[in-house]
């Protein structure tokens, strides 16, 4: 346990010490913000036009959830699109190029256990850079007054999404010595997952259910409206178990090369 | 301390070693002599449990590297070609958390740590970024790294190498200031070190041992010199 706690701090320390998560942090806050100021905006000016023409029964339907919560909590998904790989492509495959593997995989300790510290570490990272976004969820509440249900089951999604993604990521991370080579191919994994479902529309029966199945926004959006299925809980935790195994595999097969 | 039968490995169509067979007793410091492309890496990165074997066996400490390879990480220190050095961390920072995964426990840890700084002069940087450092402050930090956990072998692949001479003299002593306590096999294609270093040489040439020569009888710089050029030329010709 001590061994996999060492590891943990050792990414978080990296995060403090490294100019590129400074600069992916400041960079998704000011995304983060845009989006975030951009539904404020509108959204008022929806309300200011409604309100002037009198029509008091749609500003009843018009509420802060759907309009700005909803809509920021599926941009910063989008988001995650850039973030995640920015954050795996160190995962495993900078360890390679740093030689640094050579220090983990001479350690006492197993692929498992490397594994769960090096994911854990990584998982901390990316969950401290998107709790900075957090701070537009806490100006919506304090300025205006939206159900908290479904800010709760937002923020429990973005988790949800956000460790299957760090869990793929460190899967490609795992496979390569190239931090480029991992940092594309998360990216495309990752819109793959986003894009599965276009078709659906066009077919039916048991492919249109399995597209709609594979597919990450359509296990999200419930989250954003406040719903917590277990499909969607499964189908996150399926995706970090998944990319676990596959990188605990490809960590443990590399000696034997 | 080390025994190595019949080691061979094969990367592809290339063939690294073709049967490597070796002993070194505990509190020997023996050198590993070889040109480049020899095996020197292939048969260091075996013994340290990074690469498996094609066929052959190596112990070390008494524990196979493929049945026990825990029992053997345990008990081993390893400075690979490359320091696997932490950039963005500080000297200090790195040295404990190799201690950490290398199962240290927590209470020893600091002492563990002060000690392998004092061991390698490390003590005017132990507080400063890896990354800033210079090659010969990395490198004596790749041997803290692998002095931390007071291991009982040590294996180092070219300890020395891009380093100037007051540097290389300094990682010689504390090389040859671990005698008797623990065994050393160190790798390098510089004979004088190995004839300063060492009280064992083996001399490596396309995976296989080509001399095995005892320094501790005060053998020369030239003798090995004569043997080493020997044994690998004779490989050339036959």
Redesign the interface.
């Known amino acids: 346990m001590?061994?996999i706690s060492?590891?943990i701090?050792?990414e978080l320390?990296?995060l403090v010490?490294?100019p590129i998560a400074w600069i992916v942090w400041t960079l998704f806050l000011f995304v983060a913000g845009w989006f975030f100021f951009s539904s404020v905006y509108q959204f008022s000016a929806i309300v200011a036009t409604y309100a002037g023409m009198g029509q008091e029964g749609v500003l009843d339907r018009l509420n802060l959830n759907d309009f700005v919560i909803a809509g920021l909590f599926q941009n910063l998904l989008v988001l995650f699109l850039f973030l995640v790989p920015a954050l795996t492509m160190r995962g495993f495959a900078d360890e390679r190029r740093?030689?640094?593997?050579?220090?983990?995989?001479?350690?006492?300790?197993?692929p498992g256990q490397l594994v769960a510290g090096k994911y854990l570490g990584l998982l901390g990272v990316a969950l401290v850079l998107v709790a900075g976004a957090g701070f537009y969820v806490l100006l919506i509440t304090r300025y205006g007054d939206p159900e908290t249900g479904p800010i709760l089951t937002g923020l429990l999604g973005l988790t949800l999404a956000l460790a299957a993604l760090v869990a793929l990521g460190f899967a490609v991370s795992s496979t390569t010595r190239s931090p480029v080579v991992a940092a594309v191919g998360a990216f495309v994994t990752f819109l793959l997952l986003f894009v599965v479902d276009w078709p659906a529309e066009s077919t039916s029966g048991w492919l249109q259910t399995a597209l709609h199945a594979l597919s990450l926004p359509s296990h999200f959006d419930g989250f954003t409206r406040g719903t917590v299925s277990s499909v969607d809980v499964v189908y996150f935790l399926s995706l970090v178990a998944l990319g676990l195994f596959a990188a605990r595999t490809t960590i443990a097969s590399q000696?034997?090369? | 301390m080390i025994a190595v039968r019949g080691l061979e490995k094969r990367y592809g169509d290339s063939t690294a070693l073709a049967g490597v067979g070796f002993t070194v007793e505990k509190g020997t410091i023996a050198g590993f002599l070889g040109p480049n492309g020899a095996g020197k890496t292939t048969t260091l990165?075996i013994l340290?449990?990074?690469?498996?074997p094609d066929a052959g066996t190596a112990e070390v400490a008494g524990y196979d590297v493929l049945r026990q390879p825990?029992e053997v990480?345990?008990r081993?220190g390893?400075l690979?070609e490359?320091?696997?050095?932490?950039?963005?961390?500080t000297v200090r920072?790195y040295l404990g958390?190799?201690a950490?995964?290398?199962?240290v426990p927590?209470a020893r840890r600091r002492r563990a740590v002060d000690a392998a700084i004092e061991r390698c002069g490390l003590a005017a940087v132990s507080g400063r970024?890896i990354g800033n450092l210079s090659k010969g402050f990395r490198q004596r930090t790749g041997l803290a790294?692998a002095l931390v956990h007071e291991p009982e072998v040590l294996v180092l692949d070219e300890p020395t190498v891009g380093l100037d001479p007051q540097q290389i003299r300094e990682i010689r002593n504390l090389i040859r200031s671990l005698a008797g306590e623990r065994t050393v096999l160190l790798s390098s294609h510089l004979l004088p070190e190995v004839a300063m270093t060492c009280t064992r040489a083996l001399v490596i040439h396309r995976g296989r041992i080509a001399a095995d020569l005892d320094l501790a009888a005060g053998a020369a710089a030239g003798t090995l010199e004569d043997t080493f050029l020997r044994a690998t030329a004779l490989e050339v010709e036959s």
């Open positions: 001590s061994r060492a590891l701090a050792r320390r990296s010490y490294s740093q030689g640094t593997d050579e220090l983990l995989l001479t350690a006492p300790i197993t000696r034997w090369r | 990165r340290s449990t990074y690469l498996t825990m990480r345990r081993l390893y690979p490359h320091p696997p050095l932490d950039l963005d961390h920072e958390f190799c950490a995964v290398r199962g927590r970024l790294q």
